[in-house]
């Protein structure tokens, strides 16, 4: 029995997603919930995996090919997921027949289906060779243009005469204070979801006002309200650590409630207060930074917070983010301090008119009650959006924030 593996259906705000990645080729054995496939949309990693045991017959879309919703992907054999040899020398056979009349997924040499991309292809066209004579490093055993050009710079080498300068297709060589140096370049395509970051992050600079105000905290307070309870915190909730970050949600919530302006966002000729308080908060990964949403985070303890914002840590490195978890959102807090960071201008969130940037922590001298006492300090930076927020209100708001984050215990009583 055959069984179609197809594509997950996109939500509406996702058009379409391009195959990042194959986790197995034609004629493998497959248990079931094993990962096949990765697609890569504009905003998240969606994974496809085996709705059943079986061997995977053919492969239909490529990696690099754009997809839509619900989109076919492969074809599976449905069955024991470890077949016997001669079932599997079959599968494998019916698998190759298969790839070889798709010339889109796979090319053939010597009887052997090598998976490789169309520039890859054009490649080995362009310099008159067989798939069968490059050595594949890909996953999988795909063939990569890495692999073709390191195939002809070996040939170029070796054909060259003794006393002549060596020439690459990747690299050039520079005689630099003797020894002989390198410098070498590598292309790759950029991923879907940092082009769609670059173009965001393009918008916000070039549709919105945006102006940064700046402000310092003293983090003291809040760092010995931290070490007193941090023990017994963590034993009440189940393992849960208490951090910053609870706190600064807290406070831009309230924060929030006091100056709408900064809660709303722009809809045309219209301005939209959100009477709710979603907030963002920014998590690096390896593509890029993407930011998850707290609903309703007025209404979470700070318990709540900080396990998850632990959650989307780790489901963010797993690449288990859903589109619902980031979609939305009313205002973003970034902590760039975690990276080192001692100041910085973080770039709106658009719609979002307001985000705050946390940096890090670092002893510095200051006046207290007349004297010149060394303190934690953090800068504090919000970027706003000028078209709605006045100067005023983003000054007021940012002082708001560093007087409940100063004395921790307003934002339990909300003073």
């Not at 060589?173 to 395509?189: C, D, F, Q, W």
């Not at 001692?342 to 946390?358: E, H, R, Y």
């Not at 708001?400 to 307003?410: F, H, M, S, V």
């Amino acid at each position: 029995m055959t069984v179609e593996i197809k594509a997950p259906a996109f939500p509406e705000s996702v058009a379409d997603g391009v195959v990042a990645s194959w986790h197995k080729k034609p004629g493998d054995a497959v248990a079931r919930d094993e990962l096949l496939v990765e697609i890569e949309t504009d905003k998240v990693v969606m994974e496809v995996v085996a709705p059943a045991p079986g061997v995977i017959e053919s492969i239909l879309v490529e990696v690099g090919e754009t997809i839509v919703s619900e989109a076919l992907l492969a074809i599976l054999v449905e069955g024991d997921s470890k077949p016997a040899a001669g079932a599997e020398g079959s599968a494998g056979a019916d698998a190759a027949a298969s790839s070889e009349q798709a010339s889109s997924v796979s090319t053939t040499a010597s009887n052997e289906t090598v998976p490789m991309g169309p520039a890859v292809r054009a490649l080995l066209e362009k310099h008159r060779l067989e798939a069968k004579d490059v050595s594949a490093t890909g996953k999988s055993g795909r063939l990569l243009k890495e692999d073709v050009l390191a195939h002809v710079a070996a040939v170029q080498s070796s054909a060259q005469p003794a006393g002549t300068p060596l020439q690459s297709t990747t690299s050039q060589s520079l005689e630099v204070n003797g020894p002989t140096s390198e410098r070498i370049e590598k292309r790759v395509p950029m991923t879907r979801m940092r082009a769609r970051i670059a173009e965001r992050l393009l918008g916000a600079t070039q549709q919105t006002a945006m102006l940064t105000t700046f402000n310092e905290v003293n983090m003291a307070p809040l760092m010995k309200l931290r070490k007193t309870y941090r023990d017994q915190f963590e034993a009440v909730h189940n393992g849960t650590r208490l951090g910053f970050m609870g706190f600064f949600v807290k406070a831009a919530c309230e924060a929030l409630k006091r100056f709408p302006e900064v809660n709303a966002s722009i809809d045309g000729e219209d301005v939209v207060y959100h009477g709710y308080q979603d907030i963002g908060v920014a998590v690096s990964v390896d593509e890029g930074l993407v930011v998850p949403v707290l609903r309703d985070a007025d209404f979470m303890s700070i318990a709540d917070v900080e396990a998850a914002i632990y959650d989307f840590g780790v489901k963010a490195r797993d690449k288990k983010l859903t589109i619902e978890e980031m979609t939305g959102g009313t205002f973003t807090v970034s902590n760039g301090g975690v990276f080192g960071s001692l100041l910085s201008t973080p770039i709106l969130n658009p719609p979002q008119t307001g985000i705050l940037g946390m940096h890090a922590i670092q002893e510095r001298p200051i006046a207290m009650d007349g004297e010149v006492v060394i303190q934690p300090m953090m800068y504090l930076a919000l970027s706003y959006d000028h078209r709605l927020v006045d100067g005023k209100t983003a000054v007021q708001f940012l002082v708001t924030i560093k007087g409940l984050i100063e004395d921790p215990a307003r934002i339990l009583l909300q003073l």
